[in-house]
Antibody
Framework: QVTLRESGPALVKRTQTLTLTCTFS??????????VSWIRQPPGKALEWLAL???????YYSISLKTRLTISKDTSKNQVVLTMTNMDPVDTATYYC????????????????WGQGTTVTVSS | DIQMTQPPSSLSASVGDRVTITCRAS??????LNWYQQKPGKAPNLLMY???SLHSGVPSRFSGSGSGTDFTLTISSLQPEDFATYYC?????????FGQGTKVEIK
């Protein structure tokens, strides 16, 4: 059974750096094709994709947030970490991680398993 | 970025109704279109991938169609547990983008 779980601070202050951890089980990020994405959802708003890391340590980022985001993985711990710098109240959201599968450089299968999400509030 | 549009933002329907939800991409995305269902306070769940493939465990009353720029998600007979918000998403090119969602409400 594949599961993912997000963890991190519930409250951060404006200008601080947010560090979120996605701990997963049921698959390995050293297996060809396996990837983990981060997605966020502000209260009452739509989903926004943030970043992805794949089994080969390739990384993809949202264009609008690229300068603030860093994604990394620790394969031995089955964890993916997302850092976001210079947090602002507009970054208040529920942050999700999700598994994806890459096939020959494309992503045809969507985000098939999601974590429950972690809510982050940014205070001013 | 590829823009995904989902008109309308909400619709009302009754149990047993056939419901169609639309999604349009700002440029061709071939069939790299996924559909998710989200209930309040919960994470999204994958329903369909590659425009018309049913994700494992999803009831067969859900179906998807389309390619290029225009896509639809159809619920053949709406059930009480289907009242939720539905999002489309393209994974044709990064940054992957979602539609704004269509909320299916009880009439």
């Amino acid at each position: 059974q594949v599961t993912l779980r997000e963890s991190g601070p519930a409250l951060v202050k404006r200008t601080q750096t947010l560090t979120l951890t996605c701990t997963f089980s049921g698959f390995s990020l050293s297996t060809r094709g396996m990837c983990v994405s981060w997605i966020r959802q502000p209260p009452g708003k739509a989903l926004e994709w943030l970043a992805l890391i794949d089994w080969d340590d390739d990384k993809y980022y949202s264009i609008s947030l690229k300068t603030r985001l860093t994604i990394s993985k620790d394969t031995s711990k089955n964890q993916v970490v997302l850092t976001m710098t210079n947090m602002d109240p507009v970054d208040t959201a529920t942050y999700y991680c999700a598994r994806m599968t890459s096939v020959a450089g494309v992503f045809p299968y969507g985000m098939d398993v999601w974590g429950q999400g972690t809510t982050v509030t940014v205070s001013s | 970025d590829i823009q995904m549009t989902q008109p309308p933002s909400s619709l009302s329907a009754s149990v047993g109704d056939r419901v169609t939800i639309t999604c349009r991409a700002s440029q061709s995305i071939s069939s790299y279109l996924n559909w998710y269902q989200q209930k309040p306070g919960k994470a999204p769940n994958l329903l369909m991938y590659a425009a018309s493939s049913l994700h494992s465990g999803v009831p067969s009353r859900f179906s998807g169609s389309g390619s290029g720029t225009d896509f639809t998600l159809t619920i053949s007979s709406l059930q009480p547990e289907d009242f939720a918000t539905y999002y489309c998403q393209q994974t044709y090119s990064t940054p992957w983008t979602f539609g704004q969602g269509t909320k299916v409400e009880i009439k």
